[in-house]
């Protein structure tokens, strides 16, 4: 499945009652989704981080969608690798 599909079987799925939440509904959903993923991250067994995986990428598709924003335009960011200095890998300096 692609980020496109993804985001269109999400969309079939929950869309209505997404859009009936709002983004600023779904978002505070995101948000703790979010958390779980860094519990399964910090404590979880392989399972429990990827269903808590899934469940983050289908909530940011969810607000993708309800905010008009397509996955396959969105990740064109990143075609020609990093933003900043178009290198694979990227050769910014790294922050401290």
Same mark, same amino acid.
């Given at each position: 499945?692609?980020? /496109? %599909?993804?985001? +269109?079987?999400? &969309? ?32 979880? /067994? %392989?399972?429990? +981080?990827?269903? &808590? ?44």
């Amino acid at each position: 499945m692609t980020l /496109d %599909e993804f985001q +269109k079987q999400i &969309e079939a799925i929950y869309y209505e009652r997404d859009r009936r939440r709002g983004v600023g509904g779904t978002f505070m959903w995101f948000v703790e989704e979010v958390g779980e993923l860094s519990t399964a991250i910090r404590d979880g /067994d %392989e399972a429990s +981080k990827l269903e &808590e995986f899934a469940d983050c990428l289908a909530w940011l598709a969810t607000l993708a969608s309800l905010s008009g924003i397509r996955w396959e335009d969105a990740i064109q960011k990143y075609a020609d690798g990093c933003p900043r200095c178009h290198r694979t890998p990227c050769a910014c300096p790294e922050k401290p």
